[in-house]
Every structure is written in C-alpha cells, then in structure tokens.
C-alpha cells in the first residue's frame, strides 16, 4: 500500500543577515514549504494516509498515549473525557477523532471536503494544544480489550493473544484498531474503530484478513462478525437520510 509522508517544518527560520553572504545560495537553499507553514512553532507534524480516503493519520512526534494504547471518539458527544478530541470536533468538516500511541486519526464527513482545506487549521490546532500543557485524557482510560481474564478460556486467550501480536500492528498502522467485543459457538465478535469504522475495505479486512488467520491458528473459530453500538447506528442512519435529503434537493433545482 502506497503511502504519501507530508513533512510540516515548523522551526523558525531566522536567517537575516546584517551583510550578504556570497556562499548564502549554497547555505540556505531554497526549500518549497507545503500549503501551511508556522514559523513560530517547533514541533513536526507529519500525515501518513490510510485505506480510507476520509481518515488521516497525524503523527506530532510526541507521546499520545502509552503504547499500544488506543482510544476511540466516533462522534463528539464521547469526546467528553478529552480535551483535546473535543477541540479537534470544533473543526468544521471533521466526525470522528482516533488516539494511538503516537498519531492521531481524523475522519472526515464526505468526499467533498477537501484534506487541504482542513490541515492548516488541523495543525494549529494540534500544536497549540500540546504547547498549552493540557492533559489529553482526563477521567478515561485506553481500552485493554484483550488482557487476560481468570475466566477467560483457551480460545478466547489465543485469540487475545493472535489479535495483540498479530493483526492489531498492523490495523493500527493505519490509522484504525479492533476491538475483541465477545466469542460464542465459533463466533468471535469484534468492532472496528478509527480508520476503519467507515473504511471501504473494512469488510474485506476481517473476513479475508482477520478472520483467515484467526481459523488458520485456531480450528474452533467459524467466523469473524463485526459489532456495532446503537450510537453507530443511529449515526449512520441519520447521516444517511441527511445525504439522500441533499440528493433530493439538488435534483429539485435542476
């Protein structure tokens, strides 16, 4: 999978000099900057793209949260216990916030929205939190899904244990984590977030990939189901009647 790193250099250039260097071309060369450049910052935030057109990873080269930590905000109301996902939901355009060890996911509402229009004020915004010294998590914690339970049987510790060292790197690679939710009579039901949530490729993602190599190390296992809470769906509901109102609309004006 192609990926496209974009370097955001936010270092102050004080260059001015009191007389000309004559060597000053071959010092400083010249350096085409991106569509948003801050001189009076010094943090690097870089963006990698996922499989989903509509989710972005930031990386502001700091500690998010501890590693192999996730959090999930898939609508603005669960915001609530961070403050820095609630000021990211005050961007116009942006629905859900994903926290990883060290990225932070955006997912934008439609293909319409253009990621250019929403990354410079995505980077002032993620840069001007992190140098207010606010705590990103307050009364949270970051999911531990897959911690081992003394009630928890041989099945559902292999497929903790394949989830954590096997598919979740990889997932959140980009962008994106799985949840283990429950296992039932072969079924093991997980729920996807992130990246992942409204990702194209997400069905293709648990049955060819998850679900394949939980059956290859795990005979008991039939089937992958994905799970998904009443706030999802409603959501997606919604969304869906606003996008066929906009379509009835536009057919009424031409």
Known sequence: MRRFVHLINVVPLLLKAQKPIA???????????????????????QTQ????????????????????HTMDFPNATEAYCSPLAKVLFRIEGIKGVFFGSDYITLTKTDN???????????????MDFFASGLPILTDAKPTSDTQ??????ETVMMIKELL??????????????????GYDAGIVKLKLQGSCTSCPSS????????QNMLQFYIPEVIAVEQVEDEIEIRTKVEFEKFEKKLEETDEKGK
């Open 23 to 45: 060597t000053s071309s071959k010092l400083f060369p010249k350096v085409k900057h991106g569509p948003f450049f801050i001189s009076n910052r010094s943090m690097f935030i």
């Open 148 to 153: 081992i339970h003394d009630d928890d049987n």
């Open 164 to 181: 954590d060292s096997r598919i979740r790197p990889t997932v959140q690679e980009d962008g994106g984590d799985i949840l283990f939710i």
């Open 112 to 126: 319409d929205i253009e990621w250019m229009v929403l990354k410079p004020e995505i980077y002032a915004t993620i």
């Open 203 to 210: 069905v293709v993602t648990l049955k060819s990939g998850v």
């Open 49 to 68: 793209d996922t499989p989903n057109p509509n989710s972005v990873k930031f990386l502001p080269g700091v500690q998010v949260l501890e590693k192999g």
